[in-house]
């Protein structure tokens, strides 16, 4: 088959739209049990085996999913069902890297040799500018070389993009040849010469057919021996992304992919199945036809497209942050000691969070205290109170009984309030840390506290 003429818009659905058919199921399902765990479990792996995701990979998500999805802990404020996308979000980040973003960092003054593969219309020749662009940005000398020589204006298309960048340009012309090798090698020879960090080597997508493609590919990967192959995806094809990606790395050893065109509706799962075939990374996305418009891959955005969901990387992150409030505030309660440093860093994370009434509940330390005191903070309080502690010096903070009269006078000039305001806020500090001492020695006397899922050493 050749590949490159299968675009059928068929293909454009399969893995993204399964995925979003599996958050829809879990957020509509009447009750969480083994039994929609195990049906979702089924899904994805359908879904992921039929996108070419590697077997073992799929096997290690779905054991992931069902020993948690039943026993992780539901943090206050969030639901069962949101755990369980969660954990699916967090599988998935991990299969394309990770949270972090992928390292595009190059040795300077080496000549790294980056060559471009993919098919044609993948958008390597606008990559190719694109990439240049974002490192020479960055300091870097770069130059561009154009082996495309077997569609017409392919020679001019990127010696314009190069000149628009300010990039020198090394094509045909300058090598007096219309050999595609030939240009590779010259130009390769012609920028390490003048000891350029990176030079990237645009090929061509077509030939008369995929067997005299690959063939020009695999002549030209060991001619020039590039440190770095990168296959240029095009995030509409769907799954065919899978088929193509694993064409060329049969024929070149892919180092790299960057994904083009998720400006559109693309979810890109294909790129899943991209990395899936090939076992590299993804480190860049195109997001326009302009220069400038290259990103570096972020995986936490992409899985939340590919999922479908705008807000479930901040619903991940308002669960993290919830955990770690939990945790601080709980080892703090441990001690039984409390400082306004400790306070101002509370109220600080509470507000954050979004509606401070919600949020108290999240948060057993003040759960506690608000029990033990009926003290309530409204809204306006809370701004009022993080104003005054940032204009507390850090040895106020750490020590809260030098607050005389005259720094309190200070203070509340300083914070745009009055001395009886600060005054309010150190009698709450009191009785919030007294409260938290006697219950410290009570929970003492009772084996202590125990607060689920928080790891207190
Ligand atoms: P090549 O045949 O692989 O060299 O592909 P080209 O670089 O010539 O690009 C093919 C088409 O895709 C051109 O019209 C580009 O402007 C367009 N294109 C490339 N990258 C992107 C992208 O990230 N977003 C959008 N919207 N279009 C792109
Ligand atoms: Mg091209």
């Keep these: 088959m050749i590949f490159y003429l299968a675009r059928s818009p068929k293909m454009l659905k399969t893995l993204a739209v399964s995925l979003r058919n599996v958050v829809n199921k879990i957020l509509h399902a009447p009750i969480v049990d083994k039994r929609l765990i195990e049906e979702v479990i089924r899904d994805i792996q359908r879904a992921l085996l039929k996108a070419d995701v ?71 020749t606008t990559s190719a500018a694109k990439l240049a662009y974002f490192y020479k940005k960055r300091g870097y000398k770069v130059g561009l070389v154009c082996a495309d020589t077997f569609r017409p204006g392919a020679q001019d298309q990127l010696r314009q993009l190069a000149d628009k960048i300010g990039v020198p340009f090394f094509g045909a012309k300058e090598a007096g040849s219309k050999d595609p090798i030939k240009i590779a090698i010259k130009g390769v020879e012609y920028f390490k010469k003048s000891n350029y960090d990176l030079i990237i080597i645009d090929t061509a997508g077509r030939h008369k057919n995929e067997k005299d493609l690959m063939a020009e590919m695999k002549e030209l990967y060991k001619r020039i021996a590039p440190d770095e192959v990168m296959l240029v995806i095009d995030a509409t094809i769907g799954q065919q992304a899978g088929v193509q990606a694993k064409a060329f790395n049969e024929t070149v050893k892919v180092g790299s992919i960057l994904v083009t065109k998720l400006d559109g509706t693309a979810r890109g799962g294909g790129a899943l199945s991209a990395v899936a075939a090939t ?63 400790d306070l101002y860093q509370q109220l600080i994370t509470l507000r954050k969070l979004g509606p401070l009434r919600k949020v108290l509940e999240l ?24 104003a005054i502690l940032q204009s507390m010096t850090k040895e106020e903070l750490m020590n809260p009984r030098i607050i005389n009269r005259s720094r309190m006078q200070r203070i509340a000039r300083g914070s745009g309030t009055t001395v009886s305001d600060v005054k309010e806020l150190l009698d709450y500090y009191q009785v919030l840390s007294r409260s938290l001492k006697k219950i410290m020695r009570r929970s003492r006397r009772f084996g202590g506290i125990r607060f689920p899922g928080v790891n207190l050493r």
Excluded: C
């Design 54 to 124: 590697n077997v073992r990979l799929v096997l290690s998500l779905s054991n992931s999913i069902r020993e948690k999805a039943l026993k992780v802990e539901v943090p206050p404020g969030f639901s069962r069902k949101d755990v369980i996308i969660r954990l699916i979000y967090e599988e998935l980040v991990n299969i394309l890297g990770g949270e972090t973003k992928p390292d595009v960092s190059i040795k300077r003054g080496k000549g790294h040799v980056l060559m471009l593969v993919g098919i044609q219309g993948s958008g390597k």
């Design 279 to 341: 076992g590299a990374k993804i480190k860049f996305i195109g997001v326009g036809e302009k220069v400038e418009e290259l990103e570096v891959f972020d995986p936490p955005s992409f899985v939340s497209r590919l999922l479908g969901m705008g807000d479930i990387k901040s619903l991940v992150e308002r669960m993290k942050q919830v955990e770690l409030l939990r945790e601080e505030s709980v080892k703090r309660i441990m001690r039984g000691k409390l400082t306004l440093e």
């Design 363 to 386: 948060v057993p330390g003040f759960m506690l205290s608000m029990d033990e005191t009926k003290i309530d903070i409204a809204d306006e309080k809370l701004d009022k109170w993080i």
